[in-house]
C-alpha cells in the first residue's frame, strides 16, 4: 500500500438486507483525475471484493455497485469501504427500490460508544402505518467485537439491554421489533410498539447506522460518537414543513445526552425570522427526549381547510439562560397520505456551522429534483452566498447577496442552466458564505413518493 493510499481517509457505509439497488455519487475535488478505491465485505468479514473508480478532476460521478462489481461479489448485507484524500467524505450513497429509497451518509470514524437517536416500532395489523427500525453495526478492526445494545424511552430509562457479537471486518444487523420481542409493549393491534433510542457501547470501534422502515417509506441516520456531539450556544433545523397538497409533516426528536438535566427554548421562524407559533420551553431530565410534530409544539393555528396551507420555516434551540449546552437529535420530514408514510427521510439537528458545503449528488429533472435551505446563523452580519453547481453538460452559478442576519433562503435547483438549453439532470454544488452557516438538502420525486436527504459536507 502506498503512503498516500494509507493517509486516506476510510468512508463507510452499510449493506442493509434485502436491497434492490446500491448507488453512489463521488466527487473529485482536486486538480487531477484519481481513483476512488472501493471494497465490498461481507457481514461475515471473510469475502471481499475491491475495485477502484476512477473519476475526473473537478468532476462528479454516480454509479450503481452492480455496474462496477459483479453480482457474484455483492453480499446480501455487509458493508463498503470508500477511500477519500480529503479530510471529508464527498461520497453520497443511496439505496433503495422502485417504491423508496433511503441515503447514507458516511461514518468517517469508529467509536466504541455510539447513539441511534431515532427508534420507532409500532407493529401488527396496521396496514400502511406500521412501522419497524432496523439497526447495523460496522466493526472494520481486526478484532473481534462485542456490542451492548441498550434501548432507551422516551423518559431516559433503560426499557432493555441485549448483546450482538460481530467478526473481525465484519458486521450484524437486527430488527428492533424481532430483537426486542419480549421486552417492548403491546399495543391494540396485535404487534408491538416502541418509541425512543439505542446506545450502543462496544469494547472496539464501531460505525453504526438506523433505518426507519413503513411499508411505503424508508429513512436513515448514522450513529452519533460522543465527539460529534457538540457544545453551542444555537442549535438549528433548517427546513420543516408541514401541510400542503401533498400533507407534509414534520416530527422533532430531541435528546439531552448529557448526565444533567436541561432546559432549551425553541423557536419556529420563517424566511424573514418572524416567528411563527409560540416560543416553547422544554426540560429534559438526564437522558430523556421529546418526540412532537411541529405544529402541535409551537401551537401553530391554521385554516380548517383542505388541502391545509403550506407552511415552512426553520427551528433555533436555544438553553434558556444563553449557556452553552448540548443536545442529540433530529426531525422527520414526510408526507403523510393513504394512512401512512409515503415517503420519509431523517436529518439530525445542525450545532456545527460552517462557511463552506459541498452538496456531492443533485439532480434536476422531470422527475426528480433537488431542494436547499440555508440559514444565516449571525445575529448582526449579512452575508453573501454564492451557489456554484457543477454538471456534465453544464454549470450554473447563482450568488444570493446580502442575505440578513437570522435570515432563511430555499430554492430548487434549475432544471437546466442559465444560458444553456441543455437541462442540469445531475451533478455536485458547492456553498459558500461570508457568515456561518447551517445548510439542509433533500432529493425528492416530484410525484411525492420519494424523498431523501442528501449530506452537506463541511
Known sequence: MSLLFALALQCLFPLFDSRDY????????????ADFPVMVTASDGKSNYSVAIDVANGAERAVLLSEVVPSIGIPSDGWVSVQSRTESCPIYVTEGNSDSFSGVEAAASVSTSLVLPHVEVNTGFLELAATDTMITAVNPGSSFATVSVQLIGLNGLTAATKSLS???RGSTFARISQMFADELPKNSAGGRVFSGYIRLIADAGIAAWERVE??????????????EIHSTTLATLPHFVFGGSSLYGTILNLINPTSSSLTLELSARSDNNQQ??????IQLAAGASRRE????????????????????????IRETQGRSFQVLGDAEIFTDQLGGRQ?????????????????PFTVSTDSYYTGYAIVNLSESQAGDI?????????????????????YRTTGLLPRSAPGFSIPFPSGFVRITSTV??????TIGSRDGKALDVLPAVQ
Do not use: C, W
Not at 411505503?216 to 441516520?221: C, F, G, N
Not at 415517503?343 to 462557511?355: E, K, Q, R, V
Not at 454564492?386 to 437570522?406: C, H, M, V
Open 343 to 359: 415517503s420519509s427521510m431523517l436529518t439530525p439537528f445542525a450545532d456545527n456551522s460552517s462557511s463552506s458545503f459541498l452538496l
Open 386 to 406: 454564492t451557489i456554484d453547481g457543477i454538471g456534465s453538460n453544464a454549470g450554473f452559478q447563482e450568488k444570493i447577496f446580502a442575505l440578513p442576519p437570522r
Open 214 to 227: 413503513t411499508p411505503l417509506s424508508r429513512s436513515m441516520l448514522r450513529g452519533r460518537t460522543a465527539d
Open 166 to 168: 460481530i467478526e473481525a
Open 276 to 281: 411563527i407559533g409560540e416560543t416553547v420551553q
Open 293 to 316: 410534530r411541529v405544529d402541535a409544539l409551537f401551537r401553530i393555528v391554521t385554516p380548517a381547510i383542505f388541502p391545509p396551507p403550506l407552511i415552512s420555516g426553520y427551528v433555533r
Open 436 to 441: 456561518p452557516i447551517h445548510v439542509l438538502a
Open 22 to 33: 446500491f448507488g453512489f455519487s463521488l466527487v473529485n475535488m482536486g486538480s487531477q483525475g
